[in-house]
């Protein structure tokens, strides 16, 4: 996607933020380790400042909570910071549709973050409260021009990642005025690109069997329309994460195919 087409409208606050995450290329490498808001301390990122270090070279952005933030990345970090602002379900609770706002659009200035991100459960008991939460955090987060990445959870139904849910999650999401969309990779993804008019990245979802898999994940995404990944366990959870994510760096910014990504992913895995 044409970087200038993303924020030609915008003001000039609201483009400064959201280009320290869509960088010049009009493509983004997102980290995404918000995963403990609902999950607790999920493997592979059961401390975060350590799983961080290899990874945060290369990454143009981090998705992750404010507590996270603020304990575990030192803030001399050059990169986008996309902060989790909705939450209020664990996954041992009944249904982690049920979430509310838990961070303001002036504590999110305050943390100088260039977004905010919020998920919404589309066809859920609680649709209409997470889309609230999303048109409410929209609204608040106009005053101070900061931008709003809309996620498109599925929650414990895997299985609802098909390109008819998806599109119809994300255009709403677009509709509602979310900056960028974030939404999953699936067969005929064009019929959710095609139809969504905001960038798109794609989340990895649980770990795929093959470092290919993942590769191919990306390439197809980014073929069909996606501006790029906003991705966790399958870098993180990766026996070598440093070299996945350099891998899946290659895909976005240069373009790599999968086999060729998984040779340097293989490269850089037998340096050590
Ligand atoms: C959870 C999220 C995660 O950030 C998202 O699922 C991306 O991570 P992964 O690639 O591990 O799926 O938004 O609601």
Not at 193 to 218: Q, R, W
């Given at each position: 996607m044409d970087k200038k087409k993303v924020t030609e409208k915008m003001s000039w606050g609201k483009k400064n933020r959201i280009r320290k995450i869509i960088q010049d290329d009009g493509r983004v490498v997102m980290l995404a380790l918000d995963h403990g808001y609902f999950l607790g301390p999920t493997r592979g990122m059961e401390q975060p400042r350590k799983a961080l270090e290899p990874l945060l070279p290369h990454v143009d952005s981090l998705m992750l909570s404010p507590g996270i933030l603020t304990s575990c990345v030192e803030p001399d970090f050059k990169g986008g910071i996309v902060l989790r602002s909705s939450g209020g379900s664990s996954i041992i609770s009944d249904d982690l549709s049920n979430e509310g706002i838990i961070l303001k659009p002036l504590e999110a200035v305050k943390l100088n973050a260039s977004a905010m991100a919020i998920s919404i459960f589309i066809g859920t008991k609680y649709e209409k409260q997470t889309l609230m939460n999303l048109a409410e955090t929209i609204n608040e987060a106009a005053k101070y021009e900061m931008p709003v990445l809309a996620v498109t959870a599925v929650g414990k139904e895997l299985e609802k990642r098909d390109a008819r849910f998806l599109a119809l999650s994300s255009r709403i999401a677009a509709e509602f005025g979310a900056d960028i969309v974030k939404t999953y990779y699936?067969?005929?993804?064009?019929?959710?690109?095609?139809?969504?008019?905001?960038?798109?990245?794609?989340?990895?979802?649980?770990?795929?069997?093959?470092?290919?898999?993942?590769?191919?994940?990306?390439?197809?995404?980014?073929?069909?329309?996606?501006?790029?990944?906003?991705?966790?366990?399958?870098?993180?959870?990766?026996?070598?994460?440093?070299?996945?994510?350099?891998?899946i760096k290659a895909i976005v910014h240069d373009n790599y195919k999968p086999k060729e990504a998984e040779e340097l992913y293989k490269e850089l895995k037998n340096k050590k």
């Open positions: 699936c067969e005929n993804f064009e019929k959710v690109t095609s139809t969504c008019p905001k960038p798109i990245v794609v989340a990895g979802g649980p770990k795929l069997e093959t470092e290919l898999d993942v590769f191919e994940l990306c390439y197809n995404s980014i073929q069909a329309g996606a501006v790029g990944v906003d991705m966790g366990r399958n870098i993180w959870q990766n026996e070598d994460p440093g070299a996945m994510v350099q891998a």
